[in-house]
């Protein structure tokens, strides 16, 4: 190889690199597309004769990566926080009135604040890292401390450079990815003319994009990012966010240019409802407006209560609302059988969603709410909460040719079984144990989050599995083999086998998850924690008296006497001996509460601790016999604090509780 041809293919990076940034992130190309092609090509006629001059951070290293097995988690080394919201002027202006007060606490009278006023994306939050310049992983926000690796997916969005001019060593780079409404519209016409299913919102398919194990379905769905912060960095020192903001805009990163610095209360308050008034003429959506104190020094003295920064909030917009036609009133059954109203509406668009249907709650609210069929009805859909139908609109209710007030169905839609309405109950039920629409819903809840927790397994999963018959107990999933798997649609041999690994895995989540997940009225899941607490194992709790039962934490009389009802149901019994048979564990190890060495202690955690998550010193210290709890009071023994501690340290040391930090915690443990 010459030399010629490893310079002419740096020259090639270089100028694709240059060409990229001006289209995607400026919105301003120089050339034409064909040219840019032109270039393109080239460079990868070199690269496909000498793979050795393949770069991490060439333009063709954007596209066509393998499919990956699994999305390993990542930590994130500063956790990724989210925000405390405000939903009026009032609020707003409270918000900085907090922070004054504060920082006179701190010795800090009367502060300057500059602030910076950034559209609120609605999206889903990443983190970038660059090593010496070049991309090196990717991650989602996750739990805010533990995020998945989706670097093979965010490498082919075109507004993510993959390599940074003049980077310090380390950089970390936050932001949100989203897709642009005309580009959702565009992915969903594309989709329905496929005859595939359509997605919600744009959030939804930018999120499920992004987790999804095949780079190839990412390159083809159009996704973006905008810059809103730096996370790590070695070797740069900011003075604020707004210097940081322009450093990210001059390296490469797409940052809003109507960002704002504003340097008042009332000037962030007349920003925010500028926003407001833009919304629904920016082609992406937003749903608020985040301001920020910029100055790094005054928002390392303001710190952060739980995981909302001080020095940050969210301008929340107020919900918006659109009329539309009632076109009919369905009944779905929920996991214990009860029908729930929802309503079919003509496709109406609602801050930046088509929304078809929306929950009418349950039979009393649907009858005060008085809405019915052919109706006009006013449609509210507020951020990430279901939409609803909140009453008929003014003039609705007068037309003379009005439908009759809606009543439940006679007979189950799903299973045609008679319906019931039990005295003292809300809810009309279906009776039937069997009705295949509630089984799905318990079924679902089995392997959700905090359930059992089984990746790979959602509501369109389960439902396959029933409808091919191969699942119809919870019990069921766990008979399923990688072969019976890679036959139904979507599940490629890789992800079959890792569906049933996961699926085996959840045999030891615990017997507090296994409590809730099988779907008991009354059992949430602390309620399930409690029990297996105090039981121990399936059969001690199986044996207990509803006497026995009240005896749990949490829980009283009446709902002893409802779990006790539940757990002597042939039905469930039979369920729980299966879910033993296929070597579910329903006991629980280590010492019962009240032995242990941290026996009687009481522990809250606050912060970030160096090494173990939240969950992970918690199940500590529980194994150990201890107690954690949420608030500090007197009876608190210890507060474990980490990182950014909020409130929880200040009341500590007021109440003279003793402090740990993680190696102190540690040394209490066995
Ligand atoms: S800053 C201060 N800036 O909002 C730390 N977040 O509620 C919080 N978001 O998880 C992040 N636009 O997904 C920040 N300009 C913006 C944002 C933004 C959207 C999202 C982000 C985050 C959530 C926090």
Same mark, same amino acid.
């Given at each position: 190889?010459?030399?010629?041809?490893?310079?002419?293919?740096?020259?090639?990076?270089?100028?694709?690199?240059?060409?990229?940034?001006?289209?995607?992130?400026?919105?301003?190309?120089?050339?034409?597309?064909?040219?840019?092609?032109?270039?393109?090509?080239?460079?990868?006629?070199?690269?496909?004769?000498?793979?050795?001059?393949?770069?991490?951070?060439?333009?063709?290293?954007?596209?066509?990566?393998?499919?990956?097995?699994?999305?390993?988690?990542?930590?994130?080394?500063?956790?990724?926080?989210?925000?405390?919201?405000?939903?009026?002027?009032?609020?707003?202006?409270?918000?900085?009135?907090?922070?004054?007060?504060?920082?006179?606490?701190?010795?800090?009278?009367?502060?300057?604040?500059?602030?910076?006023?950034?559209?609120?994306?609605?999206?889903?939050?990443?983190?970038?890292?660059?090593?010496?310049?070049?991309?090196?992983?990717? @991650?989602?926000?996750?739990?805010?401390?533990?995020?998945?690796?989706?670097?093979?997916?965010?490498?082919?969005?075109?507004?993510?450079?993959?390599?940074?001019? =003049?980077?310090?060593?380390?950089?970390?780079?936050?932001?949100?990815?989203?897709?642009?409404?005309?580009?959702?519209?565009?992915?969903?016409?594309?989709?329905?003319?496929?005859?595939?299913?359509?997605?919600?919102?744009?959030?939804?398919? @930018?999120?499920?994009?992004?987790?999804?194990?095949?780079?190839?379905?990412?390159?083809?769905?159009?996704?973006?990012?905008?810059?809103?912060?730096?996370?790590?960095?070695?070797?740069?020192?900011?003075?604020?966010?707004?210097?940081?903001?322009?450093?990210?805009?001059?390296?490469?990163?797409?940052?809003?240019?109507?960002?704002?610095?504003?340097?008042?209360?009332?000037?962030?308050?007349?920003?925010?409802?500028?926003?407001?008034?833009?919304?629904?003429?920016?082609?992406?959506?937003?749903?608020?407006?985040?301001?920020?104190?910029?100055?790094?020094?005054?928002?390392?003295?303001?710190?952060?209560?739980?995981?909302?920064?001080?020095?940050?909030?969210?301008?929340?917009?107020?919900?918006?609302?659109?009329?539309?036609?009632?076109?009919?009133?369905?009944?779905?059954?929920?996991?214990?059988?009860?029908?729930?109203?929802?309503?079919?509406?003509?496709?109406?668009?609602?801050?930046?969603?088509?929304?078809?249907?929306?929950?009418?709650?349950?039979?009393? =609210?649907?009858?005060?709410?008085?809405?019915?069929?052919?109706?006009?009805?006013?449609?509210?859909? @507020?951020? =990430?909460?279901?939409?609803?139908?909140?009453?008929?609109?003014?003039?609705?209710?007068?037309?003379?040719?009005?439908?009759?007030?809606?009543?439940?169905?006679?007979?189950?839609?799903?299973?045609?079984?008679?319906?019931?309405?039990?005295?003292?109950?809300?809810?009309?039920?279906?009776?039937?144990?069997?009705?295949?629409? +509630?089984?799905?819903?318990?079924?679902?809840?089995?392997?959700?989050?905090?359930?059992?927790?089984?990746? $790979?397994?959602?509501?369109?999963?389960? $439902?396959?599995?029933?409808?091919?018959?191969?699942?119809?107990?919870?019990?069921?999933?766990?008979?399923?083999?990688?072969?019976?798997?890679?036959?139904?649609?979507?599940?490629?041999?890789?992800?079959?086998?890792?569906?049933?690994?996961?699926?085996?895995?959840?045999?030891?989540?615990?017997?507090?998850?296994?409590?809730?997940?099988?779907?008991?009225?009354?059992?949430?899941?602390?309620?399930?924690?409690?029990?297996?607490?105090?039981?121990?194992?399936?059969?001690?709790?199986?044996?207990?008296?509803?006497?026995?039962? !009240?005896?749990?934490?949490?829980?009283?009389?009446?709902?002893?006497?409802?779990?006790?009802?539940?757990?002597?149901?042939?039905?469930? +019994?039979?369920?729980?001996?299966?879910?033993?048979?296929?070597?579910?564990?329903?006991?629980?190890?280590?010492?019962?509460?009240?032995?242990?060495?941290?026996?009687?202690?009481?522990?809250?955690?606050?912060?970030?601790?160096?090494?173990?998550?939240?969950?992970?010193?918690?199940?500590?210290?529980?194994?150990?016999? $201890?107690?954690?709890?949420?608030?500090?009071?007197?009876?608190?023994?210890?507060?474990?604090?980490? @990182?950014?501690? $909020?409130?929880?340290? !200040?009341?500590?040391?007021?109440?003279?509780?003793?402090?740990?930090?993680?190696?102190?915690?540690?040394?209490?443990?066995?």
């Amino acid at each position: 190889m010459s030399v010629d041809v490893e310079q002419r293919a740096a020259q090639l990076r270089e100028q694709l690199h240059h060409h990229g940034y001006r289209y995607y992130v400026l919105d301003d190309p120089e050339i034409g597309d064909d040219d840019y092609d032109r270039l393109l090509d080239e460079l990868r006629a070199i690269e496909a004769a000498n793979p050795e001059l393949v770069t991490p951070d060439s333009p063709t290293q954007r596209v066509g990566g393998e499919p990956v097995s699994s999305l390993p988690k990542v930590q994130h080394e500063i956790p990724m926080l989210s925000l405390a919201n405000a939903r009026s002027e009032e609020e707003l202006r409270a918000w900085v009135a907090r922070m004054r007060t504060h920082l006179a606490r701190e010795g800090i009278e009367d502060p300057q604040f500059q602030f910076v006023a950034e559209p609120k994306i609605d999206g889903l939050a990443i983190s970038l890292r660059y090593e010496e310049g070049v991309l090196v992983r990717g @991650a989602t926000r996750g739990n805010g401390e533990i995020g998945e690796d989706v670097t093979h997916n965010l490498r082919t969005i075109p507004t993510i450079p993959l390599k940074v001019d =003049d980077a310090p060593p380390v950089l970390e780079v936050r932001g949100e990815i989203y897709m642009s409404l005309k580009d959702f519209a565009g992915l969903n016409e594309r989709r329905a003319e496929a005859g595939l299913s359509t997605f919600m919102n744009p959030r939804n398919a @930018a999120a499920g994009t992004i987790r999804q194990l095949d780079p190839r379905l990412a390159r083809e769905r159009p996704l973006s990012m905008w810059s809103y912060g730096i996370g790590r960095v070695d070797g740069i020192q900011f003075k604020g966010h707004w210097e940081a903001l322009e450093w990210l805009r001059e390296h490469g990163f797409r940052v809003n240019a109507d960002v704002r610095r504003l340097d008042s209360d009332d000037e962030v308050v007349a920003q925010c409802l500028a926003w407001q008034e833009r919304r629904g003429n920016l082609d992406f959506e937003i749903d608020g407006v985040v301001v920020k104190v910029s100055d790094l020094e005054l928002q390392r003295r303001l710190g952060v209560v739980g995981r909302d920064p001080r020095w940050a909030i969210a301008w929340k917009f107020p919900p918006t609302t659109k009329v539309t036609t009632l076109k009919d009133i369905m009944w779905n059954v929920g996991k214990f059988g009860d029908l729930h109203p929802f309503a079919v509406l003509e496709p109406v668009h609602v801050g930046g969603v088509t929304v078809k249907l929306a929950t009418l709650h349950n039979e009393e =609210d649907l009858a005060r709410k008085d809405v019915r069929v052919g109706d006009d009805v006013i449609v509210l859909r @507020a951020g =990430d909460v279901i939409p609803q139908v909140l009453s008929p609109a003014p003039h609705a209710t007068e037309r003379p040719d009005r439908a009759d007030a809606p009543r439940p169905p006679e007979h189950c839609r799903t299973c045609g079984t008679k319906t019931v309405k039990p005295e003292g109950s809300v809810f009309t039920k279906c009776p039937n144990q069997l009705c295949p629409e +509630r089984q799905w819903q318990l079924l679902k809840h089995f392997v959700s989050r905090g359930a059992m927790d089984i990746d $790979g397994l959602g509501e369109k999963q389960v $439902g396959q599995l029933q409808q091919a018959g191969l699942v119809r107990t919870a019990a069921d999933f766990y008979r399923l083999t990688p072969e019976q798997l890679s036959e139904l649609d979507g599940y490629a041999a890789i992800s079959a086998r890792k569906i049933v690994d996961n699926i085996a895995a959840s045999k030891e989540r615990g017997f507090g998850h296994v409590l809730f997940a099988i779907g008991l009225e009354e059992v949430g899941f602390v309620t399930g924690r409690n029990l297996a607490q105090r039981f121990r194992t399936i059969d001690a709790l199986l044996a207990a008296s509803a006497e026995e039962i !009240e005896g749990t934490p949490g829980v009283g009389p009446k709902m002893a006497q409802r779990i006790h009802e539940q757990l002597a149901e042939p039905q469930l +019994r039979a369920l729980v001996e299966d879910l033993r048979a296929v070597g579910v564990s329903m006991a629980l190890e280590g010492p019962p509460a009240g032995e242990g060495p941290l026996a009687g202690k009481t522990f809250v955690l606050t912060g970030t601790l160096p090494d173990l998550t939240r969950e992970q010193a918690t199940e500590r210290i529980e194994a150990a016999g $201890g107690r954690v709890t949420s608030s500090v009071s007197k009876k608190t023994d210890y507060v474990v604090a980490g @990182a950014t501690p $909020g409130s929880k340290l !200040e009341k500590a040391e007021r109440l003279d509780v003793a402090v740990l930090d993680e190696a102190g915690l540690l040394a209490l443990l066995p």
